[in-house]
T-cell receptor, first 115, second 114 residues
Framework: DAKTTQPPSMDCAEGRAANLPCNHS???????VYWYRQIHSQGPQYIIH???NNETNEMASLIITEDRKSSTLILPHATLRDTAVYYC????????????????FGTGTQLKVEL | DGGITQSPKYLFRKEGQNVTLSCEQN?????MYWYRQDPGQGLRLIYY???????QKGDIAEGYSVSREKKESFPLTVTSAQKNPTAFYLC?????????????FGEGSRLTVL
């Protein structure tokens, strides 16, 4: 699976949009981009994933550049409860020959949302 | 509610003792995983299991053992051979063959070796 690079930390004011970048310049054509977050001392939580189109769900939006070498996770109106470590992961789709759903978690970005 | 239950949440053990961490899921997921997390670090894969009675080593399997006798259960034993067992342990599950399957995590077990 391709490696990812994320800034170690970011700050955001409550109510503003939080834009978390991720570089994955060696991503392959069949690798998806996944985002998870981990609130302190809890298990990681799935946020969103995408292949090449932008995606949106009730939690966030995922913007993937046209060349797929980078992506941005957007939390449109950050709250204090969004303070967490955010992990960007790229991996081949699951299945018997794709390595299943094993994910490799780096150190992520510590997002701190402040008043 | 469906989910993953890990127990105990906190565990203390003396050096040289084996300890078993429990992980149960009622999501009817095929695959289960154990990860280890050290302070300020990402998650590292210890073992994973695709189906009952089958499991594979992850990146840091030395000093650990697992079993998968039931689909719902994937216990992890931290043996005395694990040189630095103090860590936060996370269990997860997913559909193995789902094309875009996501991982569902438990709340974790924090092991401290005294």
């Amino acid at each position: 699976d391709a490696k990812t690079t994320q800034p170690p930390s970011m700050d955001c004011a409550e109510g503003r949009a939080a834009n978390l970048p991720c570089n994955h310049s060696t991503i392959s054509g069949n690798e998806y981009v996944y985002w998870y977050r981990q609130i302190h001392s809890q298990g990681p939580q799935y946020i969103i994933h995408g292949l090449k189109n932008n995606e949106t769900n009730e939690m966030a939006s995922l913007i993937i550049t046209e060349d797929r070498k980078s992506s941005t996770l957007i939390l449109p109106h950050a709250t204090l409860r969004d303070t967490a470590v955010y992990y960007c992961i790229v991996r081949v789709a699951g299945g018997l020959t794709g390595g299943g759903n094993k994910l490799t978690f780096g150190t992520g970005t510590q997002l701190k949302v402040e008043l | 509610d469906g989910g993953i239950t890990q127990s105990p949440k906190y565990l203390f053990r003396k050096e040289g003792q084996n300890v078993t961490l429990s992980c149960e899921q009622n999501l009817n997921h095929d695959a289960m995983y154990w990860y280890r997390q050290d302070p300020g670090q990402g998650l590292r894969l210890i073992y994973y299991s695709q189906i009952v009675n089958d499991f594979q080593k992850g990146d840091i399997a030395e000093g650990y053992s697992v079993s998968r006798e039931k689909k719902e259960s994937f216990p992890l034993t931290v043996t005395s051979a694990q040189k630095n067992p103090t860590a936060f342990y996370l269990c997860a599950s997913s559909m193995w063959t789902a094309l875009q399957g996501e991982l569902f995590f438990g709340e974790g077990s924090r092991l401290t070796v005294l």
